[in-house]
T-cell receptor, first 115, second 111 residues
Framework: GAVVSQHPSWVICKSGTSVKIECRSL??????MFWYRQFPKQSLMLMAT?????????EQGVEKDKFLINHASLTLSTLTVTSAHPEDSSFYIC???????????FGPGTRLLVL | DQQVKQNSPSLSVQEGRISILNCDYT??????FLWYKKYPAEGPTFLIS?????DKNEDGRFTVFLNKSAKHLSLHIVPSQPGDSAVYFC??????????FGAGTTVTVRA
């Protein structure tokens, strides 16, 4: 149980384009999903918290207009990196938390490379 | 400001022996603590957790100890196996459920 998937696992795009990353909880309903970013040799840094049916809350320093988050259902949250630039290249990981638990279960991550 | 610290970037242990990973935190509002295992280019895998009302939680080969007064927790893996070689992250959260992660400890289990 508690499986979280992400799609795509790898994406390479040109600078200026937008990229959408999907995060799905496969066997449970996730009232809350989180989006993290990990740069090489660093720890995971929380970007935003996504609650189903409401606006995402962003951590300090994360541009909400650049990283659009939509949590339209209890099993799906999407992160769109708008007008991506090379400095946005990173490993993006989502996590999902069920209605009754405090444990976050993580997806496999999406590696984004912006050329 | 790093609220969760793993001061040992690496740990090497012989197969069959005990691995002890340490983690310290500074935020007294944290009340839930987790350990994750991570391979490169993959998402973290949940291992074990403990809430602040307990001082020990055990699951198979994994035991987590919490010392609230010292703001310290540790993960014991016994016996260590080659498949345990990975990066281990300590994480903590308060009532907002937001996780703060440590920098990770790379564990290498030698055959």
């Amino acid at each position: 149980g508690a499986v979280v998937s992400q799609h795509p696992s790898w994406v390479i795009c040109k600078s200026g384009t937008s990229v959408k990353i999907e995060c799905r909880s496969l066997d449970f309903q996730a009232t809350t999903m989180f989006w993290y970013r990990q740069f090489p040799k660093q720890s995971l840094m929380l970007m935003a918290t996504s609650n189903e049916g409401s606006k995402a809350t962003y951590e300090q320093g994360v541009e909400k207009d650049k990283f659009l988050i939509n949590h339209a259902s209890l099993t799906l949250s999407t992160l769109t990196v708008t007008s991506a630039h090379p400095e946005d290249s990173s490993f993006y990981i989502c996590s999902a938390m069920g209605q009754y638990g405090e444990t976050q279960y993580f997806g496999p991550g999406t590696r984004l490379l912006v050329l | 400001d790093q609220q969760v610290k793993q001061n040992s970037p690496s740990l090497s242990v012989q197969e069959g022996r005990i691995s002890i990973l340490n983690c310290d935190y500074t935020n007294s509002m944290f009340d839930y603590f987790l350990w994750y295992k991570k391979y490169p280019a993959e998402g973290p895998t949940f291992l074990i957790s403990i809430s602040s009302i307990k001082d020990k939680n055990e699951d198979g080969r994994f035991t987590v100890f919490l010392n609230k007064s010292a703001k310290h927790l540790s993960l014991h893996i016994v016996p260590s196996q080659p498949g345990d070689s990975a990066v281990y992250f300590c994480a903590a959260s308060g009532n907002d459920y937001k996780l703060s992660f440590g920098a990770g400890t790379t564990v290498t289990v030698r055959a």
